[in-house]
């Protein structure tokens, strides 16, 4: 394969070359240099996930089904329809199978468990990613994201006529490259750079042969950003349904909105023409790229905004939403920034290489980990008075009329914030009164105000506010930002809660627990991984120096010595020979001297297997013998070592190809005697004989 940077393009890289090799073929074309580090030693290992589904009661289905997944590869996340409980193992891999991020027929699901109180009125799924079983390329080996599991009972889901069910998703075997290069730009004209682009993967050069596995993936990833952008994330979602109709926003920067409205499902291109098309911006001011992540974004849209352009460089300021002469949203969508990255500092992200192998396949934990939320923030209405007022052409008394609930009061255009309160309080009778909050927006409200009503005494929704006012040129205009809820409130017994990376966005509590204790997080926790002191290690003793009690729980998972090995997938009668070798996160020993060993195993099922009936004629001699003398008979009995018979079937390509076609098939016919006896003879009756083939379909 080569790689490409720009217009620049090296030269061919074999699988597996050394570091230095790749980083004299990337310093051979690239304008200033890199650093390449390598890790591996070109042992790979394929993901295995286990979803596991248990219940306290049999289960009955709804009319649609319980649960989906939801799959992130290459930068982008799918998800599947709405699945039932206990669906068939086929079932769940065509779902997998046909996600729009994965190559058809690369995974394989396996599935235990029947429903029965002794599986917890369960099952359990083994979810492999194992690639291509024919030589080719796939995009699901090595280390790929876990599943996620949303919608559980909601939305397009239905929840179980019985039953209470609990969904839990675990890597078993995490998926590791058998060679990892990291590419350092170390130059000092190097600032935010591109990804590296894979091309001629397979076709740089016809001298190569692939001698192990059946598929392989070569793929490029971006661990971290140079020069420290601004990073900031627009949220597009709607948390109840799916977004219907029309709606639209507008973009703000440094005082300067997007000319046209932008509209919800506006792509990754369309977001990014129209904020560089800002003068406080500019060209090539920032990259714009576009997701569907279904709990960071339900119904909805994740657009990360990096800036990449001179004019904005370092820590900037938010961008801002706003929804002035678009269609409006419905009460349950939103329109959101948040910034996940300031510029111009290091940032806050650790990356962990070290890899945990201390799960043992089919070992499940369960409920190991406290469910953790956020307080649900309160939703109470907050409504927008836009004030326009560009002439400056507004008349004495200079008033308009504000009327919610029937009640109408009238105000000044130009109310100071505090003139707001008392007119919402005392003439328009909002219990418990609001907070105003008053600003100047020459874009949005030339010559005029922005007042942002906040009614944080009064539950749910107050209603629409509506306006009357008899300006020349002048113009009152109000939106509803957020529109009040009395669901999910405090009581007595009850805590409303949240996502606990959105405090916004509601939560459900997964399980049958009620009266459960609440505990407010006002310290610290760390989970401690022991990468060298191998084995079961003594609890440590936590130590305060102010005298506040430090708890530590041992045995969260428990260390077990390494002192042996499973081989699998040997091939019986074939001599092997073995090395080991022990690694942790500090290093890698010595290997051990080679061992011999020759596998057995047990004949596989018979196949083809054809029964008919034969009839057996006992032969009758008659042996007569007439003799004085009786001949000494004498037995000689042989004994000799059982040798395994080793068949080797070899494929030869003609002199003047190298590459073979085609399939070739063996097989070892197996010979089952069926017998029949009996006590008295056998006047009738039959007998049926039932083989099942062990091969899947197709195959």
């Given amino acids: 394969y080569k790689l490409q940077l720009g217009g620049a393009t090296t030269a061919c890289i074999k699988w597996g070359d050394s570091s230095d090799a790749v980083q004299s073929a990337l310093n051979a074309v690239l304008p200033d240099s890199v650093v390449v580090s390598l890790q591996g030693s070109g042992a790979s290992a394929t993901e295995l996930q286990q979803l596991v589904l248990t219940s306290n009661a049999p289960v009955v289905n709804g009319l649609q089904g319980l649960f989906r997944l939801a799959f992130k590869n290459n930068g982008a996340t799918a998800t599947t329809g709405c699945l039932n409980y206990g669906l068939s193992a086929s079932a769940l891999q065509t779902a997998l199978n046909g996600l729009s991020n994965v190559m058809t ?37 090595g280390n790929v994201h876990q599943l996620d599991i949303f919608s559980v009972g909601q939305d397009m889901c239905a929840p179980l006529v019985t039953g209470l069910p609990s969904i839990q998703v675990k890597t078993i075997r995490g998926g590791k490259p058998g060679f990892t290069y990291d590419v350092f730009f170390v130059g000092k004209t190097y600032g935010l750079v591109e990804p590296l682009t894979l091309v001629q993967e397979g076709t740089c050069t016809g001298l190569w042969t692939q001698v192990g596995g059946s598929s392989r993936r070569i793929e490029v990833q971006v661990i971290d950003t140079g020069s420290s952008p601004e990073i900031q994330d627009l949220v597009v979602q709607d948390s109840t349904t ?3 109709g ?18 919800f499902n506006a792509g990754a291109s369309a977001i990014q023409a129209a ?49 002035t002469g678009c269609t409006a949203f419905a009460a349950t969508s939103s329109v959101t920034v948040v910034t996940r990255q300031d510029g111009g500092g290091t940032g806050n992200k650790i990356a962990l290489s070290t890899q945990y ?15 953790t939320f956020r307080v649900l923030d309160e939703k109470f209405q907050v409504d927008q008075i836009v004030v326009s007022n560009p002439n400056n052409d507004i008349a004495a008394p200079g008033t308009y009329t504000l009327t919610l609930g029937g009640v109408t009061t009238a105000v000044l255009w130009n109310a100071q914030d505090t003139e707001m309160e008392v007119a919402f309080g005392t003439g328009l009778g909002v219990v418990g009164g609001v907070t105003v909050t008053r600003r100047t927006d020459a874009t949005v409200a030339p010559g005029g105000f922005v007042y942002t009503i906040y009614y944080l005494q009064s539950l749910g929704s107050l209603g629409a506010l509506t306006q009357a006012n008899t300006f020349t040129t002048a113009t009152v205009a109000i939106t509803n930002s957020r ?13 409303p809660l949240a996502l606990v990376t959105d405090s916004t966005t509601p939560a459900s509590f997964v399980g049958a627990g009620t009266g459960l204790s609440v505990f407010k997080a006002n310290g610290f926790q760390w989970s401690v991984l022991f990468d060298s002191n191998i084995g079961n290690v003594p609890a440590l003793v936590g130590q305060s120096s102010s005298g506040l009690p430090v708890t530590v729980y041992d045995d969260f998972i428990q260390g077990s010595l390494s002192n042996s090995v499973t081989v699998t997938d040997l091939v019986p009668g074939i001599p092997y020979y073995m090395e080991v070798s022990a690694s942790t996160a500090i290093g890698q020993s010595a290997f051990s001297a080679s061992a011999a060993i020759i596998p057995s195993s047990v004949a596989t099922s018979p196949r083809n297997f054809v029964a008919g009936y034969d009839l057996f004629v006992s032969e009758i001699q008659v042996v007569k013998t007439a003799a004085r003398h009786v001949l000494e008979v004498q037995t000689v009995t042989t004994t000799a070592a059982v040798i395994s018979e ?36 056998i006047l009738g009756g039959t007998f049926q004989l039932v083989y099942t083939d062990t091969a899947a379909s197709g195959t």
Avoid: E
């Fill in 105 to 141: 027929g690369h995974i394989v699901v396996t599935r235990t468990g029947d429903g029965t109180a002794a599986w917890g009125y369960g099952y359990q799924y083994q979810i492999a990613f194992s690639g291509n079983l024919h030589v080719g390329t796939s995009n699901v080996l």
């Fill in 242 to 244: 799916a977004i219907t």
């Fill in 246 to 263: 029309t709606p639209s926003f507008k973009l703000s920067y440094m005082g300067v909105t997007t000319a046209a409205c932008i509209p």
């Fill in 275 to 323: 904020l560089i098309g800002l003068s406080t911006i500019g060209a090539g001011g920032v990259l714009v790229s576009q997701d569907t992540p279904p709990l960071r974004a339900p119904n909805g849209f994740l657009n990360r905004i990096t800036f990449v352009g001179d004019t904005v460089a370092g820590n900037v300021n938010s961008i801002s939403v706003v929804y």
């Fill in 357 to 371: 192998s201390g799960d043992q396949v089919g070992s499940i934990v369960a409920y190991a980990v406290s469910q």
């Fill in 483 to 495: 529109a009040g809820s009395n669901t999910n409130l405090f009581t007595s017994s009850v805590v």
């Fill in 646 to 681: 080793v068949q080797t079937l070899t494929t030869t390509a003609g002199q003047c190809n190298n590459c073979l076609t085609g399939n070739i098939a063996y097989r070892q016919p197996t010979v089952q005697v069926v017998s029949i006896s009996a006590l008295a003879p």
